[in-house]
């Protein structure tokens, strides 16, 4: 049976934002799996790392509704249509491919696909990570879009701004969504 929301005509995009390395396979598997059970659109960068590991989990679950959604950088030369090594992972359902690069010195430039990926997700989770993921958190809270570090500690997210909730369980990031997903609709 499809699990499917129920708040709405249209399915609530939940972006994860976290390392392009390291995995942090508990959380992002926890996150992956409850975003696909709610009938819920994923969306990351489209990368390795949590990207990659939040993808597998969402995917995982049978009967899902939503897609996992990569928004992908260009690549590192002149061609525009290229995406650098690993972009997209193999379980990306809807690549929507940028002539972005990765993230600049901050990814808080104009020219950074962060933008994208905060101003398209209805709620962000972000998971631990470095400036990349910083970034998109400092993005979320300049465009006023909510946000929630998944954390063991604050300082799993470099400079986590302290208006950005850190939560530590799964049923703290599910109450978080849904109170800013129910919250919009009013």
Known sequence: MKR???????????????????????????????????????????????MAA??????AVPNRCGLVVGVL????????????????????ELAIRTHLPLS?????????????????ADV??????GFGTSSEVCLAVEYERPCVAFVKDRSQIPGLPDVVPSVSTLDEVATFVLEHLIGSRS
């Open 4 to 50: 499917v929301w129920q708040g709405g005509d249209r399915c609530p995009i939940i972006g994860v934002m976290g390392s392009g390395v390291d995995r942090h396979d508990h959380l992002s598997g926890a996150v992956g799996t409850w975003i696909a059970r709610r009938g819920f659109h994923l969306l990351t960068g489209g990368g390795g790392g949590v």
């Open 54 to 59: 939040v993808s597998k989990a969402f995917i």
């Open 73 to 92: 950088p260009g690549g590192e030369s002149e061609s525009l249509c290229g995406q650098p090594s690993g972009y997209p992972n193999r379980w990306v």
């Open 104 to 120: 600049g010195t901050r990814g808080q430039e104009q020219l950074s696909r962060n933008h994208i990926n905060v101003l398209t």
């Open 124 to 129: 962000t989770v972000a998971l631990p990570g």
